[in-house]
């Protein structure tokens, strides 16, 4: 089995500031679909389209997180590229 891991990327999951490590495709896929602050944008298409490729075997883990990165920029979400030491 490939494992979808990758390096964690450190977001705000809600208004009150609570941190949340996202370390695999199938974390970002659910908070790209569930807990996303937006719900439109071309980066979070963009995400949400590279995490299913890399479940479905046509997009690696890396254009994954790289397009969650993103999104989570595009949404003001961003708090760290790497795993924040909670």
């Given at each position: 089995m490939i494992t979808m891991?990758?390096?964690?990327?450190?977001?705000?999951?809600?208004?009150?500031?609570?941190?949340?490590?996202?370390?695999?495709?199938?974390?970002?896929?659910?908070i790209l679909l569930r807990n996303w602050p937006v719900q439109r944008g071309k980066e979070l298409s963009?995400?949400?389209?590279?995490?299913?490729d890399a479940i479905e075997g046509k997009g690696s883990v890396e254009e994954a997180r790289t397009a969650f990165v993103a999104?989570?920029?595009?949404?003001?979400?961003?708090v760290w590229n790497s795993a924040w030491q909670f």
């Open positions: 891991d990758f390096i964690a990327v450190t977001i705000e999951i809600d208004e009150t500031g609570e941190l949340c490590n996202v370390s695999s495709v199938a974390e970002a896929s659910e963009r995400a949400r389209r590279a995490c299913l999104a989570a920029k595009e949404a003001g979400i961003l």
